[in-house]
């Protein structure tokens, strides 16, 4: 059993910040890669950012140098820094986690924290 616990999303105003934070626990195996995705209603979920195990980063062009991933290791967590936020943020962020356990790489989501940008 694997458990995602996300917090930070809310109300924000444009132009704000928001600090987004993804806890794992329980039958973790080796996380391999954690990110975030968001899924803006009637859109399909999209990626975010991604972080590997060794700190390489992807992030989609719209949130590039805006947003900023980064990871603990030790805690297992994993947060998103989002900075000048603007309407087209607004959607459900969704914690993502890549494992390799029990020779099988598995993949887990959290329940989606909702981040609206609006004035």
């Known amino acids: 059993q694997v458990q995602l616990v996300e917090s930070g999303g809310g109300l924000v105003q444009p132009g704000g910040s928001l600090r987004l934070s993804c806890a794992a626990s329980g039958s973790i195996g080796s996380i391999l890669r954690m990110g975030w995705y968001r899924q803006a209603p009637g859109k399909q979920r999209e990626l975010v950012a991604t972080?590997?195990?060794?700190?390489?980063?992807v992030y989609a062009d719209s949130v590039k140098g805006r947003f900023t991933i980064s990871r603990d290791n030790a805690k297992n967590t994993v947060y998103l820094q989002t900075d000048s936020l603007n309407a087209d943020d607004t959607a459900v962020y969704y914690c993502?986690?890549?494992?390799?356990?029990?020779?099988?790489?598995?993949?887990?989501w959290g329940q989606g924290t909702q981040v609206t940008v609006s004035s």
């Open positions: 993502n986690i890549k494992i390799f356990r029990g020779a099988s790489f598995r993949e887990y």
């Open positions: 972080i590997t195990n060794s700190g390489t980063t």
